[in-house]
């Protein structure tokens, strides 16, 4: 039988990448964001492409009445989720602590954290009775270590951090596994979104190295999700080979 992923933030970067490493390894895809339309088509390549069935569900993570709504509406066989990535996150801003906006703050936590608590808190009960499932939370290099102008979004990955290592000791008698992946910069729609659209913020994050690639993740969390049974990942952190750490790059 094929096995069920459930993808958060799939309509670009990192999730985009894994729904479609998942769909060529046979996996059967729930995938979800805001923008609609490309949900709609990014599900449409993949049943074409690979012969998957791709389910939709279109919601904001922050909303919890919609997650809740949503999940729910999963029928049964389709609430067999073997693997939940949390991926749907990003930063806002990258102010000082003492100018930086409150919403920026409030979009972070309510996105990176309240809403893979929103996701989590529906789909780990039905994992537990199954005794089998595989989370894989996408926190990051910020989760680790903190850097000038990331407080908020470095305190919401540590959270991450935190939660994922919380999950496991809870789901340890229920054959969970709980992976947590960190990576370094990786060029997405990331930086676009952090700078609210700034091109020239956007560019200079990746100019003068080679930053990693949402593919790169996928690769590194499709290895992760087909290990045999007894194995688990539990922490990982994957960098550019130009990124020392968070703030140290070697630029040429
Ligand atoms: P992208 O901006 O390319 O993708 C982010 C995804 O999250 C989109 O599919 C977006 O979908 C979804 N998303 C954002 N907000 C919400 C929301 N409120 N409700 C539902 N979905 C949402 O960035 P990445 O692929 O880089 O980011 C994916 C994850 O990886 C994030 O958690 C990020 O923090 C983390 N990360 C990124 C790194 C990087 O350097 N790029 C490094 C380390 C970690 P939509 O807008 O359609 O809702
Ligand atoms: C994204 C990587 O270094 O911008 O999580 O925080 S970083």
Redesign the pocket.
């Known amino acids: 039988m094929k096995k069920i992923a459930l993808i958060?933030?799939?309509?670009?970067?990192?999730?985009?990448?894994t729904a479609e490493k998942f769909a060529q390894n046979n996996i059967n895809l729930i995938i979800?964001?805001?923008?609609n339309e490309?949900?709609m088509s990014v599900a449409a390549d993949l049943r074409e492409k690979y012969g998957v069935e791709v389910k939709t569900l279109n919601?904001?993570?922050?909303n919890n009445d919609e997650v809740e709504k949503h999940l729910n509406s999963l029928e049964a066989e389709w609430r067999n989720i073997d693997i939940l990535v949390n991926?749907?996150?990003?930063?806002a801003g990258k102010d000082a602590i003492q100018s930086a906006l409150l919403s920026d703050w409030e979009?972070m936590i309510?996105?990176?954290v309240k809403?893979l608590l929103y996701v989590s808190r529906i789909v780990l009960p039905w994992m537990c009775e199954r005794k089998r499932g595989h989370v894989i939370n996408?926190?990051?290099?910020?989760g680790k270590e903190v850097y000038s102008g990331g407080s908020v979004?470095c305190a919401v990955?540590h959270a991450v951090d935190a939660i994922s290592k919380g999950m496991r000791i809870d789901c340890l008698p229920y054959n969970i596994k709980v992976t947590n992946?960190?990576?370094?910069?990786?060029?997405?729609?990331?930086?676009?979104?952090r700078f609210k659209g700034d091109k020239e913020k956007n560019d200079a994050t990746y100019r003068g190295f080679t930053?990693?690639t949402?593919e790169d993740?996928a690769d590194t969390i499709t290895y992760c999700a087909l290990l045999p049974e007894h194995v688990c990942i539990n922490d990982l952190v994957t960098m550019p080979t130009a990124q020392a750490n968070s703030g140290l790059f070697f630029r040429q």
């Open positions: 958060t933030g799939a309509t670009s970067g990192i999730g985009k990448a979800t964001g805001r923008r490309r949900l919601f904001d993570v922050r991926n749907a996150g990003l930063a979009q309510d996105t990176d809403g996408i926190c990051s290099i910020a979004y990955k992946i960190c990576p370094g910069a990786v060029e997405t729609e990331f930086s676009m979104v930053p990693l949402g993740i």
